[in-house]
């Protein structure tokens, strides 16, 4: 799928709080609104809480100076506004300093159920409540750290890391399992999916994940699973270069989805 072209990143005021209107104050009540009935018993209750201790509501479309402060008062971590997509770089080093970048324009109601770029949805809803969480914070700085040290040879297995842990991560509760990944949390189909038990669930295994393929347009047919936030952090004390070197000697494992028709 194509990306929609016609969404532009928004500029902030002197105050630097960006010009909702009230459609985006609809749109952003809806979907929250939606997410909200639909998450319980299917997601992380860190993630719960982080939305409750952000005060996310349906009301009124969030400001991200608004999340950057609540998260520093809570584990000093922050968000910054950036346009959609941002280079590896700057992306890496935003989180190198425990803040995560935020796409500040909202999805339209005719991309209700999908849109390909991230909007200011899926990463104050989807990414910002686990940033509530110190040891998920943790990793995030730490994963920032460790791709900005490798550098540019090594991007492309990091941001597996990055998709299977904080866009579509699973995690094993005393519930049963629980999503914590942005993708899920954000897409009621992807929630769907992942909780369904039809999709392949792996231990949490950074090898594997270094070799494992994905896209990014389909609901995902494996997700991996950490058994706490802890164990998450803790797998930056590995030895990410070596990994990395293995899993390209090894090759990618055979993909369990079907190649995109070329367009």
């Known amino acids: 799928m194509p990306k929609d072209t016609s969404y532009a990143s928004l500029t902030p005021d002197a105050a630097g709080r960006y010009p909702y209107t009230a459609e985006d104050d609809a ?34 479309t969030p400001q991200v100076a ?7 008062s809570l584990t000093g971590a922050g968000a910054a506004g950036v346009p959609a997509i ?39 809803f989807g990414h910002c409540p686990m940033l509530t969480n110190p040891a998920y914070a943790d990793f995030i700085e730490g994963f920032g750290k460790r791709a900005k040290a490798l550098g540019k ?15 579509f991560g699973m995690i094993r509760t005393q519930e049963g399992l629980r999503a914590y990944g942005a993708g899920i949390v954000s897409s009621p189909a992807e929630a769907a999916h ?25 609901v ?18 590995a030895d990410f270069a070596a990994l990395i070197d293995q899993a390209k000697a090894l090759g990618d494992l055979p993909p369990l989805f079907e190649r995109a028709a070329a367009s």
């Open 27 to 60: 749109v952003w009540g809806a979907l929250y609104t939606r997410q909200m009935a639909f998450l319980p018993g299917k997601v992380a209750p860190e993630y719960l809480d982080g939305v409750a201790q952000l005060g996310l509501t349906a009301d009124k």
């Open 153 to 167: 040879g090594y991007s492309w297995h990091m941001f597996r890391l990055f998709w299977f842990t904080v866009e």
């Open 66 to 72: 608004d999340i950057d402060a609540r998260l520093a």
């Open 194 to 218: 992942a909780t369904s038990g039809d999709a392949l669930m792996q231990a949490f295994d950074l090898l594997t994940v270094f070799r494992t393929p994905y896209r990014i347009d389909i």
């Open 86 to 124: 941002i280079p590896p770089s700057q992306f890496y080093d935003l989180l190198s300093q425990r803040k995560f970048p935020v796409a500040t324009f909202l999805r339209r109601r005719e991309h209700m159920d999908y849109i390909e770029e991230p909007d200011l949805f899926h990463e104050v």
């Open 220 to 237: 995902q047919p494996t997700y991996f699973v950490i058994e706490s936030f802890d164990q998450l952090a803790d797998a930056l004390q």
